[in-house]
């Protein structure tokens, strides 16, 4: 066992704080990372915070991060010291479920081994990026193209394949018109990715201060939701409409927006259930859908497609020398007060 710096929570209600942590040693299938960044993900708030499911803590959070391999098993092919790597939501899965065969991990029917706050299938917990290095067999290592900055590269490990998964699955391309709802971690990404497929880009959107940064990211336009005449206005109006938020929407009228045919996509995760009336999708022959990351081969995928089409997360960099910077940021984060990912700077841990 080596003993590995981490940020650390020892419960639900406590803050982040300096520890270590005992992690397995180099088997050999396996690969230790130096980690060089580590981004924050919401989903990280969530479970830090037991408001999702009961956590395992301590726990260190962190599934967006990158570094550089140090040494590897004795029987690793895939990636040699001193690659440039990433580590994504899951460390393992099961190998053999007709998902896993297809390269559908993320969806393992025997369930896939979170990176932080799962168990490996012996029972050990799992412990993520905010640490100094992390041990992940070689399967579940992605290759970060040079051309990528490792700092911006980080969200892609879950932010950007969480996007670029469903913009690919339904038909995001030219002559396809595509509405993101939510201009924040995710949503900045699935601008950028559905101009890059080459979809016509709108964002529904609360908050005017914005609207620049849509643009900038490729966007054509951008909808104030809270205007009273805007959904009178878009009827008939997007082949896709992909839901990065956790808010509440008010389902039926997203649904008129819709062409025939067209689907709204859910990657954000509302705190309530949410009704809407099946006529309209009856009617229109419009879907309701969602969608969850992506296995490895797409999320290697995806970062090949941002290395050649010139793709990186907007990020804040924390530095992690004060452990609390780490609990301002999630206070920031659920005040929508970051453009766009917080990325922590290991090397500070």
């Known amino acids: 066992m080596t003993s590995i710096k981490v940020l650390s929570v020892a419960s639900a209600t406590s803050p982040f704080a300096k520890t270590t942590i005992e992690t397995r040693e180099v088997g050999d299938f396996d690969v230790r990372i130096d980690i060089a960044f580590s981004g924050i ?107 990528l900055d490792m700092a911006e590269a980080a969200p892609l490990l879950c932010a950007g394949v ?60 951008y909808i104030m939701t809270a205007e009273d005449d805007t959904f009178e206005k878009y009827p008939n109006t997007f082949d896709i409409i992909l839901n990065t938020t956790s808010a509440s929407l008010e389902v039926d009228k997203i649904l008129s927006m819709l062409r025939v045919g067209g689907s709204l996509v859910n990657v954000g995760l509302p705190g309530k259930d949410e009704h809407f009336n099946p006529f309209s999708l009856i009617a229109s022959m419009k879907s309701i859908s969602g969608s969850n990351t992506g296995g490895i081969k797409e999320t290697q995928e995806m970062l090949n497609f941002c290395a050649e089409h010139n793709i990186a997360a907007t990020i804040e960099m924390v530095d992690a020398t004060e452990a609390a910077s780490i609990d301002a940021a999630y206070d920031k984060m659920l005040k929508s007060d970051v453009r766009y990912r917080f990325v922590i700077d290991a090397k500070t841990i």
Not at 69 to 83: A, I, L, N, R, Y
Not at 105 to 129: A, P, S
Not at 171 to 189: C, D, Q, S, T
């Open 162 to 221: 969480t996007v670029f998964s469903p913009l690919k699955r339904w038909g995001a391309a030219p002559g396809k018109k595509v509405a993101v709802i939510g201009l924040g971690g995710l949503g900045h990404m699935a601008i950028k990715f559905a101009a890059a497929f080459g979809a016509e880009v709108s964002v529904l959107g609360h908050s005017s201060d914005k609207e620049a940064d849509a643009k900038s990211f490729g966007a054509v336009r």
């Open 41 to 147: 993900c919401h989903s990280d708030l969530h479970q830090a915070r037991n408001e999702w499911f009961e956590g395992i803590f301590p726990m260190v959070p962190g599934h967006e991060i990158s570094g550089y391999v140090v040494e590897t098993g004795s029987k690793v092919t895939k990636h040699k010291v001193g690659d440039r790597v990433g580590v994504g939501t899951m460390v393992g899965s099961c190998g053999e479920c007709e998902y896993c065969k297809a390269g559908r991990e993320n969806v393992c029917l025997k369930g896939n081994i979170q990176t932080y706050n799962g168990r490996f299938y012996d029972g050990k917990e799992t412990y993520g990026g905010y640490a100094r290095e992390i041990v992940v067999t070689e399967d579940f290592v992605l290759s970060i193209p040079e051309s």
